[in-house]
DNA sequence: ACACCGAGGTTTTACGTATAACGTCTGCCG
DNA sequence: CGGCAGACGTTATACGTAAAACCTCGGTGT
């Protein structure tokens, strides 16, 4: 047989497709009796019934659904933004829909069309740029992370302390010694990555011998090796210490340091940023900023819960944590 | 205002809903001029009318939509799987929704629930085995990624040579002259591993002074390199080759290796399983057998369109490579 | 005696879409 | 001149659900 309806499971129980919509949405105190509620719920059960989703949102205008919208699967940063937004969804009722933004894919980047549902909400990272011009033009609401907070697009903002990270790790090293840097900057034009380069030149800047240089880098670990090596070979003097955005990027580094004869950390330090899985994947493991990724995710989720429910999100950022690992040490002599 | 309907588009269009509704649907041949066409459309365009999803599919009694079900985001085969999946997807007008298996998200693990959408269609790996009961019972039609092709229950199987790939990693270390062995396989109760151990067996028991020992191993990095260095230092020969049943694994075997004072590949030889981008980010990069991802999910969804089409899909299995990178040598003498 | 009420339901309606079934008008053939 | 076939639409309906509005009937307070 088809799929049951709940006239099916009605007309089973020897009652109205109402009653069944009243017992199995548990509307029915003091509608329904106890003993016809049980019957239609054995009843249900028995033939299998679920509720069609497609005519619940129709009749409710709702689907209690958020977009995810996030640059790359692969960057476990976001996996764990996803986990932490889907455990806070699913104790609301609410279901995540994730959207990664769509290299490779093909020509639909529609990410509604994507979704396939109508969506009550949206989660975006700043990083997935191509995505946000359709989403900024489709008036739902909108949760930023790690995006300008002053931009007033957005209903609501989830942010981490970036700066408060790059600050950390530029003390530690110059705290370790070293004065000579090299910036392994994401060739990515967000603001997360906009922060980082202003903290860390604030930073510097209130060491008056500090002197720092800054290359570009894609986020993938071979590309990012071959943006080091050519950076960490070019003339002048040699830096002691490599700040790099991302993880991703450090490993790349890593790689350029080995091929060029260098030991890490004895002779050149190395940072990384977020905390992936790759940070203690690698050898040596990173020095890095841990962020509070999962957290993010719920945070995200919340404000947008909150906007949708007429609330006002909070807003101050999240902490970050320095970890000191091996890829760290004082400059050589 | 709120969101523009085929009925407003219409009024504004000053045509009945039904027009708007051929035009829009491409089904106006005939039945609708070319100048209303046009101005339907143009007025469509003008209020930024998106046509109600849940209407269509309560409807049309389909969604066009399939469920993908993955054990683990961060595992970027699987983020590749999704990528080959939604290319075909999006050139027959379906979309793919993503299940991660749920590990601590929280109590909602019903993949139904979370996908908030009616489905078409599932396609799911069988390493997502708390998934698969509840997907199983929804008799929907089911497409299996590398689980027993002669399970009759899945409407489709896609299967990789999985047992050639073993067979590969396994001769390639015969012929460097490795005798002993360390078979680190994924402690996951799933028939890709089972493949992959009765391969091994088989290959091996065609070199009469070739022995093997097995021990299993988490899949995640650290976990790995533990149960690798509590089987490295176990009594006994030491095997000179670790076969591993995943990259991820295969790092962990090489940070073990590094801790027990073993240079790779000279004291050591270590092959790993998929080709992650993880392989080539450790050092040294690991030779592995590559696996066509992305074709595994484009086959996928083929499949998965084929079967919803009453047509029968491809089964044979899908090639692999053998990848030698520097992770492997001959054994000490 | 009668209005009133609550328990325990049922009937009806609306959500937005796709499409089958049904007009209407114009031109044209026999 | 009758009718008939496109061309160009419109009207009506169904999809499955949730919930508002309505009905019936046995008590109950006054």
């Known amino acids: 047989m088809a799929r049951p309806t709940s006239k099916d499971v009605a007309h089973a129980a020897g009652v109205s497709q109402a009653a069944v919509s009243l017992v199995l949405g548990d509307k029915w105190r003091g509608r329904v009796s106890e003993r016809t509620a049980q019957r239609v719920r054995a009843t249900a059960r028995e033939l299998g019934y679920r509720p069609n989703l497609a ?3 129709l009749r409710l205008g709702t689907t209690r659904t958020a977009l995810l919208v ?5 960057h476990d940063f976001f996996a764990r933004v996803y986990t932490g937004a889907a455990r806070i969804a699913t104790t609301h009722d ?7 933004s769509p290299e490779g894919i093909g020509p639909a980047k529609d990410p509604f069309a994507s979704a396939r549902t109508a969506l009550d909400g949206v989660i975006a990272s700043s990083m997935a740029a191509e995505a946000l011009t359709a989403i900024r033009g489709a008036d739902l609401p909108l949760v930023m ?4 907070p002053t931009d007033p697009t957005p209903a609501a903002h989830v942010n981490v302390d970036l700066a408060d990270g790059m600050r950390q790790a530029t003390e530690h090293l110059l705290t370790l010694g070293h004065r000579h840097f090299l910036h392994l900057a994401a060739d990515v034009d967000s603001w997360t990555f906009h922060v980082r380069a202003r903290a860390l030149a ?3 800047s209130t ?5 720092a240089r ?3 880098a894609p986020l993938a670990v071979h590309e990012a090796r071959a943006a080091a090596e050519h950076a960490l070979t070019a003339p002048g003097p040699r830096p002691t210490a490599v700040i790099c955005d991302d993880d991703i990027i450090a490993a790349g580094a890593c790689k350029a340091a080995r091929r060029l004869g260098l030991h890490i950390p004895h002779d050149l330090s190395i940072t990384g940023f977020d905390d992936l899985t790759l940070a203690t994947a690698v050898d040596p493991e990173l020095t890095t900023i841990r962020l509070p990724a999962e957290h993010v995710g719920e945070r995200g989720m919340e404000a947008l819960l909150a906007v949708l429910d007429g609330r006002t999100p ?3 950022p999240l902490p970050v944590e320095l970890v000191v690992r091996d890829s760290t040490a004082p400059p050589p002599p």
């Open 314 to 316: 909070a807003h101050d």
């Open 214 to 216: 800054t290359a570009p």
């Open 202 to 204: 604030e930073t510097l």
């Open 70 to 74: 996030v640059p790359a699967l692969t």
């Open 145 to 148: 992370l790690d995006s300008d």
């Open 55 to 57: 005519a619940r949102s």
């Open 94 to 100: 609410f279901g995540v829909v994730l959207y990664p």
């Open 207 to 211: 060491t008056p011998d500090a002197t």
